[in-house]
């Protein structure tokens, strides 16, 4: 069993710290507003003032913040992890950023004697909660296997897909395909109301097809129903499809569907949808049709 | 048991109606080269020379062509259901088709003391060999009642979804849904292979998280080996989409995904590989980017 | 002088018949709702009481009507063209409509010994009041040069474009060319105006460069304004973009951009911006924007 | 008459700087290939071994270098203007770069002392030769009044736009307009070859119209002959298309057609035909649409 920092308790964080404290593990949580802490401390683990604080004696650190800067910034700064944490500590940074800036922390790690595995997860709340995440890993063979018991408490499918980056680069691959799911789904939806369709009954016999899809099971009750109630925020996935693109246009492939998807959901944050759920792209769709309900 | 006329038996029509054969039903079966009545005829049923000869002592009609003239022509012709069925046939088409015309087809019939259910499968050759289709129905309650064992022969999923033509509006969903689905794996697959990650590691995960399908599990492995045998052909998807964005167009309906798939899936069919499957959009993804590898 | 019958007597062919009339030519003029004839007896035309008693003594028959059914039904209807013109009249028609149907009914002109042109216009009511039409004209050679006193007397540049239907191809392309003008210049004004930028400079500059466009001169203030008194109206445009993607599609070229802008157009007409002026676009930017205002 | 530094002698800078030196100016100039000094010699200017070098002695800097890095250096580093030049000069930045790293280096510049002026150009090489250029100036109105005998030098329409930064912010502008040009009368060149019409005849009457443009004037001769000879290359206006998406991006503008181009623009460039003119994008419409002639 590690002594394991845990940086960032947010909606996903809170609930992976506290399975890795129930697991077994010593887990010491930082957050920057000290009252999301309380989870991690009522499964018994213990709560730091500073990252400084929380990653001294730890064998392994997880991250799990919103951006890139801020990975940085937990990592790189002053207070941070490469200035504080024991030399050789395992790092995992489970948030979802640039994969470029992932290789660029890795290379900053090993030169300061640190281990970097990349780790964003999907699967969302749920399944942060029901310990079901999917884990995409970057690095190192022997990093990956150190971090072995830790991935296996907290996911379901773990996977090795290759060297630093690596799982940042599948992690952007996950948010297009998802994104072109909800997006192709909420045309479907308006198009099928538009002709007077029983929704739910078309929703069955296009889930048992060829059209079926984890998308199709988990939002389409909130299509239905259009709450909207995040789940995983439009803001976040904006800042998901940037990652896409800019990678994409960074190594000479062309998305189209993933390029006009990255307008399509910046056009649901400028209309002061942001904070709702990605399924919530079915409104970008009713407004561009005139039909927006609400 | 009933005597059932059973008009196309190409890829997807002649397993169908050896399936019904099977099932207990006198099936005649009728097709333009009359080579491919071969199976059917194997399993105990009969070929006819002729629409006419084959519908004439029909209680059911089944209709399995490629596209709206061809339907037009089997119902409407000289030869066809209309002249020379009995009054009162029930004819289910299977065939994916214009809405519009469908539901223009459907008041011919009424006129002339026909019963129509628009009856579009999902599922692919697989599906149909396996009687474990999708099927969208559209049409009267009591018909879709009596078509019942009918369609529980060589369907999994069955549901009446609406009066008719909405069938084929479910359909145009699918195929809508279905083609983001290859695009966005496409873009994603020619992603990963430019940052050089390990495919079939990243698919796995890919396919357990939110980005998982039934897309993804089936032209996985299409994509990874580049073998484009169709499964369900490029042309056929083309005519499809072509229905989805005039249906859209007609209802007022905006499907910006959908136009851009339109064109995508065109430049496929332009570039020669309209007999390939569907999966072989991802050679449009590398053509665009530059990478077409054969 | 000939004697010149004028179907369709509205916005665009109400000045077009009265410039005929001024050249010297004998006008019968037919619409609809009588009352748009008073131009043209204003002027010392005639107006008919149908289509019928219009083109019975015609040496010239023009039509100016909105779409493909309403110039099918001009010249095949009982009270029609083709079944009450003398056999050999030249008919020349000056509607948008689709190439296809064109071509169609040049055939059936040919077949009934009369000689059609294809003669669409660009250039709007102001360009109708000037006689500075653009005159794309498609058909014959021999029949071009029969119809050059009549194009000369509307037109400043008329050109024969190829056989016939080529005219409808080039005004197709026409409006794909302005419809992607006016869309960029509405993306770059909203961009502008996000970044404080002052308009009018900014317009005055981007005009004296490469960025310069009949488009850029005559429809900057309609944006600067937000007064988008048509002009010509999305509604049309919409109608016209239908045929640039069923063409494009029908010829298996791939127009990625004219089908976005497709989309786009119907997105206005779906948000009920049909009756304003094309460069109502604008407010189609502004509404993905979140910042429609008003 | 003034002291001009000027660096960057490609193939904007170098006639720029002997239109300055023709116009009385004493221009110092600098390039890293010292061939390219040739030319402002003959004219009478010097040429200087070093950034350093050439702006010592200077009243004005004038800049024009192909991205932001090269700004940024040829501004901030050793070697650089702030490190060498007299306080108070006044840095004339004709480059094409980001809007923000403008607004970040004028920051820069006035707490060093100096003035700074975004002032990118729009004509190509033609209007750098015919002192034509468009100059889209940002900064201080007091900045714009001192330079106005360099501007008038060098441009035809020469405008200030704004603050620092709305020079380029124009110019993106600029370029996402010029792009759509292009790119719709490449899709337009297509379509009416796939119908077979007289090309050199649409482009007339189209010209005449509604949908004529600068970009029609000037690059139908390139996509009738396919001699896609620079003219402005590929690569540059992938970079600013870059630009564009992302300055759009940061300000909530949605700009879908915008976002299309760049992908097309990065196709163009995947392809291999970066260093062609940007008419060229006429190949990626070819290429997807199976009809790429060479």
Redesign the interface.
């Known amino acids: 069993m590690s002594t394991i920092a845990f940086i960032g308790l947010g909606i996903m964080g809170s609930p992976m710290a506290v399975h890795l404290q129930n697991a077994g593990h010593r887990v010491v949580g930082f957050n920057p507003s000290p009252d999301k802490t309380a989870p991690l401390v009522q499964a018994g683990g213990s709560a730091a003032g500073s990252v400084a604080d929380a990653v001294r004696d730890a064998d392994v650190v997880a991250v799990m913040v919103p951006d890139s800067p801020d990975v940085r910034d937990v990592l790189t700064g002053e207070d941070g992890v490469f200035a504080n944490a024991k030399e050789g500590t395992l790092v995992i940074d489970f948030s979802s950023i640039r ?1 470029d800036v992932t290789v660029e922390l890795a290379k900053t790690a090993k030169a300061k004697g640190f281990r970097l595995l990349d780790a964003p ?4 709340e749920a ?1 942060a909660k029901n310990a079901a ?4 890993v970057g690095g190192e063979a022997t990093d990956f296997e150190a971090a072995r018991e830790v991935f296996d408490a907290l996911g ?7 060297g630093n ?2 799982g940042q ?2 992690k ?3 948010q ?6 909800i ?3 909420a ?2 939806v ?3 109301g ?5 929704l739910e ?2 929703l ?13 099971e ?1 939002k389409r009750s909130a299509m239905a129903s259009h709450d909207f109630t995040p789940g995983f925020r439009i803001d976040l996935h904006h800042k998901d499809l ?1 990652i ?6 960074e ?14 959901m ?2 649901a ?4 949808d942001g904070a709702l759920d990605h399924s919530g792209l079915l409104r970008g ?1 009713e ?5 927006l309900s609400d």
């Open positions: 994969p997860v999907s699967g969302g399944g995440l999917s884990i995409m379901r499918t773990v996977v090795h897909v290759g980056g690596a680069t599948v952007a691959a996950n297009l395909i998802v994104a072109a799911n997006q192709a789904l045309e479907a308006v198009f099928l538009a002709y007077g369709v029983d009954a078309a069955d016999v296009l889930g048992g097809g060829l059209a079926g899809s984890k998308v199709l988990q940037g896409v693109t800019s990678a994409a246009r190594a000479g492939v062309v998305v189209p569907v993933g390029g006009l998807l990255a307008q399509l910046a056009s944050r400028a209309n002061g769709v407004r561009l049709s005139g039909r």
